[in-house]
């Protein structure tokens, strides 16, 4: 019998059984320009503050984020195995930060963003959401809180 072996080590956590244990069904298309339907992309506005940030759709592959007045915080619950996000800072209507806070994160607790037109594309490993995608310094795109 072969063992699953990988970067992180042998054989696969039960966060990642679990994860494989059911189909994803998100109702988007690789187009991604918006005709297909409502399900194609979302638009959200974020939330005021952590505790009552927004909710990113896990059925949709990619979210754009208005950030206006103290409408800044989104939140990504975990999602199944090999499951890719794609999340951009669509529009910053006078100095409001994007304030992402991922269920569990890999390279930190948070990622932010300070201006509009910007991108992450992020991948769950079966544990943690993982950037894949996207420039993170500090004087990038994303700066990432750890």
């Given at each position: 019998m072969a063992i699953l072996t990988s970067g992180y080590g042998t054989g696969l956590t039960d966060k990642q059984k679990k994860a494989l244990s059911f189909a994803v069904h998100p109702s988007v298309s690789d187009s991604q320009d918006g005709s297909v339907g409502i399900n194609d992309i979302e638009t959200v506005f974020g939330g005021a503050d952590a505790n009552n940030a927004t909710a990113l759709s896990l059925d949709v592959t990619t979210s754009l984020i208005i950030t206006a007045s103290s409408k800044t915080h989104v939140s990504l619950a975990d999602g199944v195995l090999g499951q890719v996000k794609r999340?951009?800072?669509?529009?910053?209507?006078?100095?409001?930060?994007?304030?992402?806070?991922?269920?569990?994160?890999?390279?930190?607790?948070?990622?932010?963003?300070?201006?509009?037109?910007?991108?992450?594309?992020?991948?769950?490993?079966?544990?943690?959401?993982?950037?894949?995608?996207?420039?993170?310094?500090?004087?990038?795109?994303?700066?990432?809180?750890?």
């Open positions: 999340i951009i800072h669509q529009t910053r209507i006078p100095n409001h930060d994007l304030v992402i806070t991922p269920v569990n994160f890999a390279a930190g607790t948070k990622i932010t963003s300070d201006s509009h037109r910007r991108s992450i594309t992020l991948m769950y490993d079966g544990d943690n959401w993982q950037v894949i995608a996207g420039e993170l310094t500090d004087e990038a795109e994303f700066e990432i809180d750890a």
